[in-house]
Structure formats: C-alpha cells, structure tokens
C-alpha cells in the first residue's frame, strides 16, 4: 500500500478538522495518482470532504466504529485486520493522523508533498527523515503555493527489510 500526504516543515497535517492550507496543484496530483484506485481513510478525514461525501472514481474504504452505516460509495470497516484482508496492494492510505500511524507499517511507499513552511498543527505524520524504515529517494520541485511558500513532491520508500 501507498500512504500520500501533504505535510508543512514539522510533519503536521491538519488543524481544527481540516487541512493547514489550500494547495490546487497537490489537489490536482492527488487526484490524478489517486483515480481509480482504492483509498483507505479515517472516519474524521471523510467527514473533511465536501459534504461528508467519498471521493468520487475510488473505492473509499472508511475506518470506524461508530458509523452506523456507510455511505453511499464507501465501504465501512470497523478494525484494521478487516480493512487489511479487503485492501488491495494498490490502494492509497490518504489519512487522517490516526490512520496514518496505523496503516503505515503496512506501506511500503509515501507520497509526501513536503511544504517549506512552518504552520500550526494538531494532526500529524510520522516524521519519515527520523525513522529508520524510510529512505528519501527522490524529489520534484520547488513549486510554489498560492501564498508563495515552497513544496516539493518527495518519494519515501521502505528500506530493504535485511
Ligand atoms: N495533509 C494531509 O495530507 C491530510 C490528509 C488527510 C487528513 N488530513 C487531516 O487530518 C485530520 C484528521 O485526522 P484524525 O487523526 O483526526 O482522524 P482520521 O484518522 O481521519 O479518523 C479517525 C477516526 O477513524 C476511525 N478509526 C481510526 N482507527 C480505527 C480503527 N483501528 N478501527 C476502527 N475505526 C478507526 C475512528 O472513527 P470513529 O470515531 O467513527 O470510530 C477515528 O475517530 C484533519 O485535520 C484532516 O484535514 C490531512
């Protein structure tokens, strides 16, 4: 599985339920990498969306226990041994924060728009330069934001298990 992300310079993704900034070239990218792909997400990230809505073209697998019931396009599981045996290996883990950390384990490729620009947060990602599991291997840009700070798409990828 993939994990894709947008993080600002100390790895927060969200603040107050939504996302640190508007960014339509990563929306742009997200979308065309996610298309016709399954997506794994957490009930809160869904609840993000315009309108509760999943996304459109994918399979959204949707984790939580207190959905009564899915809506119309997602799937529902209630733990991540079930969303495992469902998930093909092409399917993007797209967040939020408490996914992420679980679901991580089982990727073995981050998408990681890294913007170049400290910015309040209270969700966040694992810090994938910290961690010894994951290699920067290549990177693409700068672009610029609407606000003019710098990002770049980075690939992280799994290290070689020994
Ligand atoms: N920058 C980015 O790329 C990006 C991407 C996505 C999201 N975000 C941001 O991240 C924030 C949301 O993240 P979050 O951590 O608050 O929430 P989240 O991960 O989107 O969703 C958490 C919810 O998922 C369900 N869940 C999690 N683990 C589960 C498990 N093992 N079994 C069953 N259900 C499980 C629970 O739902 P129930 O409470 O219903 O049980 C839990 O409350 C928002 O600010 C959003 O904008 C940022």
Request: hydrophobic share 40%; proline share 9%.
């Amino acid at each position: 599985m993939i994990a894709i992300v947008a993080v600002e310079r100390g790895w927060g993704i969200g603040l107050d339920g939504g996302l640190l900034l508007r960014n339509p070239l990563d929306m742009r990218r997200f979308k065309e990498r996610t298309m016709g792909h399954p997506v794994i997400l957490g009930r809160r990230t869904l609840e993000s969306f315009p309108g509760g809505k999943p996304l459109p073209g994918r399979d959204n697998l949707v984790l939580s226990r207190t959905l009564e019931a899915a809506p119309a396009g997602a799937r529902l599981f209630r733990d991540v041994d079930s969303l495992l045996a469902a998930a093909a290996a092409d399917s993007f883990v797209i967040g939020g924060g408490e996914v992420y950390r679980q679901l991580l384990p089982y990727c073995d490729e981050a998408q990681v728009t890294y913007v170049d620009a400290a910015l309040p947060a209270d969700t966040f990602f694992p810090d994938l330069d910290a961690h010894p599991d994951w290699a920067l291997t290549e990177a693409e840009g700068p672009y610029e934001t609407p606000e003019g700070h710098p990002f770049w798409f980075r690939l992280y990828r799994r290290r070689e298990r020994p």
